[in-house]
């Protein structure tokens, strides 16, 4: 099984988490055939137990061999079980949920709101939980909770 593909434990209770949605996946993991210098990957993670989520964006660049930047970069955020629920309910009509290529309305709306809400956290250093909004279009959004 390929790292993209692994969802890992619960930071919460430390039970097996299952792939709610995937929502990028770029190159080939380092080491395998094909490998040109980066492998990306994001997705929704949620815990069979006790129902808190993740939201997980991992980034493999190994074109700086003067490893003054790491080549692993991972960032994660919590999402509370309110939020998984909205989640799922939203890709109630996705046709493929796992597929980081899904062209559909859900997935389009998540990548870019996932790609916003990452960017201008990681940027200020903020560490809150993120949750889910569907707005009256119905498409859902990854945002940072209010505080």
Same mark, same amino acid.
């Given at each position: ?7 890992? /434990? ?5 039970? *097996?988490?299952t792939r709610?949605?995937?929502?990028? @996946?770029? =190159?080939?993991?380092?080491? #395998? !055939?094909?490998?040109?210098? +980066? ?14 989520? #993740?939201? @997980? $964006? ?5 074109? %700086? ?8 970069? *991972?960032? $994660?955020?919590?999402?509370?079980? *309110?939020?998984?629920?909205? @989640? /799922? %309910? ?8 796992? !597929? ?12 870019? $709101? ?8 990681i940027l200020?250093?903020? %560490? /809150? ?8 279009? =119905?498409?859902?959004?990854? +945002?940072?909770?209010?505080?």
């Open positions: 099984m390929r790292e993209h593909e692994r969802d890992g /434990r619960c930071a919460r209770c430390g039970s *097996e988490q709610v949605v995937s929502l990028g @996946l770029r =190159g080939v993991p380092h080491g #395998e !055939d094909g490998h040109q210098t +980066v492998y990306d990957y994001k997705h929704v993670s949620a815990c069979t137990v006790c129902g808190w989520g #993740e939201y @997980l $964006s991992h980034s493999h660049d190994c074109w %700086d061999h003067s490893h003054e930047e790491p080549w692993e970069m *991972e960032w $994660s955020w919590p999402v509370r079980p *309110e939020g998984i629920a909205l @989640l /799922r %309910d939203a890709l109630s009509t996705c046709p493929e949920p796992a !597929d980081p290529a899904c062209g559909c309305r859900a997935h389009a709306t998540l990548r870019h $709101s996932a790609e916003d809400m990452s960017a201008e956290m200020r250093g903020d %560490d /809150r939980n993120v949750t889910v909004v569907v707005p009256h279009q =119905g498409r859902p959004r990854l +945002v940072p909770e209010s505080t």
